[in-house]
């Protein structure tokens, strides 16, 4: 029977051995033009997803998104891929909902899909105050219209047969917490997806362009200086989560925003034994089974600035010893690979969204390990800001002027990982 699909199967295969030579490219290389209406820097998930929205919602086509290297080379493809929404305050609970309400319909509205498995999250508590903070935080969440059901530990077991439930394990476990609209996506999908999409539409997608400096006339951006020539334009975004603080100093102005090396790592392929994400706040240790049957793992920050992708031994050891006291059933598994993202913290463990204090230049930047799940919401508001020079009611919150009225949203313990 004939394949009703754009290509059939022994396209695929005869494309595949020839290299794709006749594959269409998904989104376009073009040269850069000397000027645009806005300038997107980084092109990882939060650029590209401005990019996309800036042109889909606000009809602002005449956007560059520039990246130094090569789409979804940075954070975008180096994290653990987990989306939730269970933050703590209501300011950070809207917004992560936001940004999990947009994922639930991306394959649909991007027509490519992003692979989300909605499997479930589960949050560890693994002593009697923090069942007793799991429970507040429940509370939380369900005050705000997010889901959440708490758990007991025989729920816990049943949930996550794996998991040492043991009265004899190191952290026992008195609790839990499930989101079960939480989970997983394809990291890579999403930064395609919105890469064609924003394409579509008629955005400039730049690869190996890096911006060197800021145009300005006065306090006003009015153009990039990059590796390829200047780039005037009327208003630039930045999204390039760790190297933000950099970004910034040639702009001007100084950010509260250091950057870490965060590791993850993944074992070699096993059968489906582990249905959820699981979070221990204990160990410091959260993992899950990818679609290709890998254990993700995931850990504590390597706590020292850092720049290089790689980190360090000592934290692989520390996240590993912490897996293992969770499910022992993991010790005879190989690791197969391991990595690092330059995540950008901020004292409150919560972004940076908005104005800065130069006219013309926006941020989207401090999501600290929480970059990958915010990517829809980060770039929707990004998006929003640059359209409409203010931020978006949902970002408003996340100014910059929070540091200076003091109201910082101390989301610490929900981000998953100390900070």
Known sequence: MKSTHRYSALAIVKNALQGHKAWPPAWRSPEPREAYDVVIIGGGGHGLAAAY??????????????????????????????????????????????????????????????????????????????????????????????????????????????????????????????????????????????????????????????????????????????????????KVGVAVAGHSSVLAAKAGFRLPVTSYALQAMVSEPIKPVLHHVVMSGATGTYVSQSDRGEIVIGGGLDFYPSYAQRGNLPTVENVLAGLLKLIPAFSRLRLMRQWAGIVDVVHDSSPIIGKTPVDGLYIDCGFGTGGFKAIPAGGYTLAHAIAHDRAHPLAEPFGLERFVTGALIDEGAASGIAH
């Open 53 to 234: 929205y800036l042109a889909k919602v606000h009809g602002i086509s005449d956007v560059a998104v520039l990246e130094k290297g090569w789409l979804g080379g940075g954070n975008t493809g180096r994290n653990t891929t987990v989306v939730r929404s269970n933050y703590f305050f209501k300011e950070s609970i809207e917004f992560y909902d936001f940004s999990l309400k947009l994922f639930e319909s991306l394959s649909r509205d991007l027509n490519f899909n992003v692979m989300l498995s909605q499997r479930g999250v589960v949050t560890l508590a693994e002593s009697r105050h923090a069942f007793e903070n799991l429970a507040r935080w429940s509370n939380m969440l369900q005050l705000n219209g997010v889901d959440c059901e708490l758990l007991d530990r025989g729920g816990v077991k049943r949930t996550l047969p794996l998991l040492d439930c043991s009265a004899n394990s190191r952290y026992p476990i008195w609790g839990g917490a499930l989101q079960r609209r939480g989970g997983t996506a394809r990291h890579d999908a999403v930064a395609w997806g919105y890469a064609r999409a924003a394409d579509d539409l008629g955005v400039d997608i730049i690869q190996r362009c890096e911006v060197l400096d800021f145009l300005k006339q006065g306090n006003r951006v009015v153009g990039v200086r990059t590796s390829r020539g200047d780039i005037r334009c009327a």
